[in-house]
């Protein structure tokens, strides 16, 4: 099974990277990066599924239906400080103008009911440091399962320094099984400090069915349609990358991999309960 989606060079549409519902073989994660040049302009319409637009880098302005964000953005690269985004729920119509060159996210799931255009600020992602030692990484909610912005996203950025692991101890979300486990597609959208560098990350299932290990590079996505998934990046290299989920149930309920629990009964894993992202 091929889990990794190689970065390109932009075409006319400016998209490096997508992954759809049909190219996926799944039901609900949508993903496609674009790079929009400095006045260039783009037109978005989702007719039956939610949206999130997630500034990677670079500063633009946003008009969806009767709201108006402008001078959104302004990061560099994804490693310079917190997120903006803005929710679009289905049906609505969007147009985006690039101040500078812009790195836009597009993230996207099914939806049937009727929500409200929202920005979600820098400020609404607080910075959360989660785990110890060389499992420490730093995470930035910006569709949480706590949210009700959403329908059915949930969308989250993480920086892993160089040396250190994440999604680790491993973890997967394939069963609806609520409350215990719930069922959620995912995927990473990775990118790199500096950007020749490279990462690690394993799929697995329990029975090996799916075991798929991956040498992932700048700008490339890893699609985890079921099983464990930790990341690992070498020294000398800072990691970040955009997860977006989306599943039958708007819950993040996970099961660790059970043959690394004594890692977390330890205490060495994560600073504010089991392990997550």
């Known amino acids: ?15 490096s990277v997508e992954v759809t519902p049909e190219s996926a073989g799944w039901n609900y994660v949508g993903f496609r990066l674009e790079r929009l040049g400095a006045g260039t302009r783009r037109t978005f319409h989702e ?35 917190a997120p903006t985004a803005v929710y679009l729920p289905s049906g609505v119509v969007c147009e985006i103008e690039a101040v500078t060159d812009i790195e836009l996210a597009i993230c996207t799931a099914p939806a049937e009911t009727t929500r409200e255009v929202r920005l979600i600020a820098p400020e609404d992602s607080l910075l959360e ?3 110890r030692g060389s499992n420490t ?24 320094p160089g040396g250190h692991w994440s999604s680790y101890p491993p973890h997967k979300h394939e069963l609806d099984s609520w409350p215990q486990e719930t069922a959620l597609e995912e995927t990473y959208y990775h990118r790199l400090k500096p950007p020749g560098g490279f990462a ?12 798929v290990t991956m040498t992932v590079e700048d ?20 990691l970040y990358y955009l997860n977006v989920m ?27 309960g089991p392990a997550t992202v």
């Open 137 to 160: 990484r730093y995470v930035r909610n910006i569709l949480s399962d706590a949210s009700d912005i959403s329908e059915r996203l949930l969308v989250v950025e993480v920086i892993t």
């Open 200 to 211: 690690v990350q394993r799929v697995y299932t329990d029975d090996r069915s799916l075991d």
């Open 129 to 131: 440091a989660r785990g």
């Open 219 to 238: 700008g490339d996505v890893v699609m985890v349609p079921r099983g464990y998934h930790p990341v690992g990046v070498p020294h000398g290299y800072d």
């Open 246 to 272: 989306a599943g039958p149930i708007k819950a993040w309920k996970f099961t660790n991999d059970p043959s690394h629990a004594w890692i977390i009964e330890l205490g060495s894993c994560a600073s504010n």
């Open 1 to 15: 099974m091929t889990l990794l989606v190689r970065s390109r060079t932009p075409g006319d549409d400016g998209v």
């Open 47 to 81: 007719a039956d599924r939610e949206t999130c637009l997630v500034f990677v880098t670079g500063t633009g302005h946003v008009s969806a239906g009767a709201a108006c964000f402008n001078g959104l953005g302004g990061r560099a690269t994804p490693f310079d400080g």
